[in-house]
């Protein structure tokens, strides 16, 4: 290519995105629609944070980033497909804890590999699991919860959201943390799950905080604790489990963006900005409850230790997907 | 008594003003747009258009995606009356004898009382949700794992009777759907059935695939089967609208498919197509002649249609009153409440009075626009049918194909969907019918997850499903039901067994 028309080229970009030195691949890029993998159906939790955060790069660059829904497995499809695509920074997917850091020890044949198949991009949400009982549950506090699980070994039931989830390991992980023994009843997601935890038909129910909200703030249910090692800006009143008396646990969802393996280095690092910058906006801050600033090394780095995290506690339960 | 009608009141105040009253329209036209078209539903659609909602306040855009919710499910009977296509997952069941009416020449009134049946059941269901609307969503938390398993059981009871003539074939079948319903993940030990090592399998195999293979496409491959046939489906559309003897053979069915949806609709537990597939069971059951049932019989089209708008409308209740949303599309409208920093609950009738009567006014205002908006069309669409089958029977594949890919943007589906059009093709060669087949299909999955977490949940006893009043008086039905069939049938063979039934 004629050398004066390319530095043209990003004179050019240069003045009217005012974009700092970049490499000529990256001056033209996005010069088609990115496809943007959400590997769960229109409408779930997924969708939904995809979505925003699609709408705002749209509507503030003017790029065309397009959400395919790719449902199947939970979430190992849309990630698989995105693994195969062509690392052109044309292909992005919405991934989270399940499908990065819980899939491998828990499916026995993952066609991908989460690690070497993944360019992290950016975090873009980070939330924790809620410890919820009935209003009429006599447990006030997580200390009742666990006190009356020691007296009445494998008793008290744990309804979760599924197998393997977050939800499930979390609960499972904490059985060893603070020593008890409850029995664990699966549904197929909370919906399914919350007319037996708000009439008391399960002793707690382990969910995240955005499906648990609607009722604990109507008062049918009541939050004894959260996982996350921070408390939640939704309830600033109510405990996480690491000051309840268990130092250092932490059990979260997250969610973020990340592009197939081999993504070309400057393509990642102004989609990093450009989400970046997404995030910052404080009409998206205020829907993703709470602001998380973690780039592609710090992602890479959490993908990895939280699936370790994970892979202890699946080994010793036996926990299938 | 008094408050409600005066919160009723507040509630045409709102959903009639001019800018509720235009969303309403625009969010009805758009569902029954959708519903028609193969492959969007309206999922979706409000998918697609919830981050447009966060401009518009709380009330018009629930009334907005209640509108397409609910107009969907008219719409998705024009499809699967016309092109034996179920449009929506809930019309598969309208499918089985709507279609035979249009291939009869009656696809006119087939479409009317579908609409004229919706109709009724949205003005009675929305009834039920302004003056039960708490007391059902408290009903509705009383079902538990015991209470769904024996609903299950009582359901696939009455399927014994859905059969048309031999018995063994239709348990046979109800046999193969359950055999299908295995097929994935299994919600209680997490381990994956029958997937063959095929991540898509790991769901299971979808509804609208199942349902759309074996009717829509084995129906074309046995036509094709038939070479000298007529080109259209009848030379004539002889009526464009129903006749009295229509009407009143409809108006009983509809108002029982009311009842049903109504109370299937306010429980979170229960699929949608169960609604309509009980509805069409009860109305064979208690048929004088259960054969027509499968050829064009306007009661299959009546309760099935009445029974998925009454649910389309009482899911609402679950959904408002406790923040329990029953279907995807209900958890879309339930997150886009919370978005809108609305807290949907007990007290949200009395916190957001507007919000909540405003939205049952509104189903009243969206079902007499569905109405005024869909008989015009009868016409039109009944006039489709006289397209000849070389036309009709590419554009019926093609859609189909569309429809299923777009579920999950997986070819898988398109695979699945076409391996059950084969099957649906043998079946139809052996006689068997598929109706059986999809309600073991649907119930059966329900009917596993429920036992095994009753027991679970119960310490492994048994005694939970007599010891809770509401899953002793199902069994104690579905009880009475065998008895008065198997017992008889014994005696004097089946023929008699069915009268009997009824009479118990």
Same mark, same amino acid.
């Given at each position: 290519m004629n050398r004066r028309v390319t530095l043209a080229a990003v004179a050019a970009t240069l003045a009217l995105a005012t974009v700092p030195g970049l490499a000529q691949a990256q001056a033209d890029y996005p010069d088609k629609p990115i496809r943007f993998i959400?590997?769960?159906?229109?409408?779930g939790g997924t969708d939904v944070l995809s979505r925003i955060v699609t709408d705002k790069l749209n509507s503030t660059l003017g790029w065309k980033v397009v959400v395919e829904n790719k449902a199947g497995a939970g979430g190992t499809v849309g990630l698989d497909a995105a693994a195969k695509a062509k690392p052109d920074g044309y292909t992005l997917v919405m991934a989270q804890t399940s499908n990065l850091s819980i899939a491998p020890s828990v499916m026995s044949a993952l066609p991908y590999d989460p690690v070497k198949n993944f360019t992290p991009i950016r975090l873009v949400a980070s939330i924790p699991t809620v410890i919820v009982v009935s209003a009429n549950s006599p447990f006030k506090t997580l200390a009742d919860l666990v006190a009356a699980a020691k007296a009445n070994p494998g008793k008290l039931l744990f309804a979760s959201p599924g197998n393997a989830t977050v939800a499930h390991l979390t609960g499972t992980y904490f059985q060893k943390v603070a020593g008890i023994k409850y029995t664990h009843v699966p549904y197929k997601g909370t919906a399914q799950a919350l007319p037996d935890v708000i009439s008391g038909r399960a002793s707690f129910f382990m969910a995240s905080i955005e499906s648990a909200l609607a009722p604990v703030k109507s008062g049918q249910l009541r939050a004894l604790a959260v996982t996350s090692l921070k408390r939640s800006p939704h309830w600033p009143d109510v405990p996480t489990v690491a000051e309840s008396g268990y130092p250092g646990f932490e059990a979260i969802t997250w969610f973020g963006v990340a592009a197939p393996a081999g993504t070309p280095e400057a393509i990642v690092a102004r989609l990093d900005k450009e989400i970046a910058k997404v995030l910052d906006a404080p009409e998206v801050e205020a829907r993703l409850n709470g602001k998380v600033d973690v780039g592609p090394a710090a992602f890479a780095a959490l993908i990895k230790s939280d699936a370790e995290k994970w892979a202890v506690v699946v080994k010793e339960n036996g926990i299938k997907k | 008594m008094h408050d409600v009608l005066s919160h009723l009141a507040l509630g045409f105040s709102v959903a009639l003003s001019l800018k509720n009253f235009a969303y309403c329209f625009l969010g009805v036209f758009l569902g029954t747009l959708i519903g028609v078209l193969p492959g969007v539903g309206p999922l979706v659609t409000i998918a697609m258009l919830l981050p447009i909602t966060? $401009? %518009?306040d709380p009330v018009s855009s629930l009334i907005m995606l209640a509108g397409i919710f609910y107009g969907a499910q008219y719409g998705g009977s024009t499809t699967a009356i016309l092109v034996n296509m179920p449009g929506e997952v809930s019309s598969a069941v309208t499918a089985i004898d709507g279609y035979q009416m249009a291939r009869q020449g009656r696809a006119g009134p087939a479409l009317a009382v579908a609409a004229l049946s919706s109709f009724v059941a949205g003005i009675i269901s929305t009834i039920v949700v302004a003056f039960f609307g708490p007391l059902v969503g408290q009903w509705a938390l009383e079902f538990g794992a015991a209470e769904y398993f024996s609903l299950m059981v009582m359901g696939l009871v009455f399927s014994a009777v859905l059969a048309h003539g031999d018995l063994v074939k239709s348990l046979a079948m109800v046999l193969v759907g359950l055999m299908f319903g295995l097929? $994935? &993940? *299994?919600? &209680?030990?997490g381990m994956p059935r029958f997937s063959f090592g095929i991540a898509e399998l790991l769901d299971g195999i979808g509804f609208t695939v199942v349902a759309v293979g074996l009717f829509a496409v084995a129906e074309i491959v046995q036509n094709l089967a038939q070479t000298e046939k007529v080109e259209v489906f009848s030379k004539d559309v002889k009526d464009l609208m129903p006749t009295w003897a229509d009407i009143k053979a409809s108006t009983w069915p509809a108002l029982r498919g009311t009842v049903l949806g109504s109370l299937f609709g306010a429980l979170p537990g229960i699929t949608a197509s169960v609604a309509s597939f009980s509805a069409y069971m009860l109305e064979k059951k208690l048929a004088? *002649? +259960? !054969?027509?049932f499968g050829h064009g019989a306007i009661e299959g089209v009546a309760a099935p249609e009445a029974a998925n708008n009454a649910a389309a409308q009482t899911h609402f209740i679950p959904t408002l009153t406790l923040g329990i949303p029953a279907t995807a599309v209900m958890a879309l409208v339930l997150g886009a409440l919370t978005m809108q920093g609305i807290q949907p609950g007990p007290q949200v009738m009395t916190s957001r009075p507007e919000l909540f009567w405003g939205l049952v006014a509104s189903f009243v205002v969206g079902n007499v626009l569905l109405l005024v908006l869909n008989l015009p069309l009868v016409g039109l669409w009944a006039r %489709? &049918?006289?397209? +000849?089958y070389r036309w009709l029977f590419p554009a019926i594949i093609v859609f189909a194909t569309i429809g299923n890919y777009s579920l999950?943007? !997986?070819a898988m589906d398109v695979y699945l969907c076409a391996g059950a059009g084969v099957l649906g093709y043998v079946f139809a060669k052996l006689d068997c019918q598929p109706a059986p087949l999809i309600l073991g299909y649907v119930l059966g999955p329900m009917l596993e997850e429920n036992l095994r977490r009753a027991l679970l949940m119960n310490e492994g006893s048994f005694s939970v499903f007599v010891s809770r009043p509401i899953s002793l008086v199902f069994l104690g039905i579905s009880f009475v039901l065998l008895a008065a069939m198997v017992v008889p049938s014994l005696r004097r063979g089946r023929e008699r067994a069915t009268e009997d039934g009824d009479a118990g």
């Open positions: 959400v590997p769960f159906p229109p409408g | 966060f $401009g %518009l097929v $994935g &993940t *299994d919600v &209680t030990s004088k *002649d +259960p !054969s027509r %489709l &049918t006289q397209v +000849p999950n943007n !997986s």
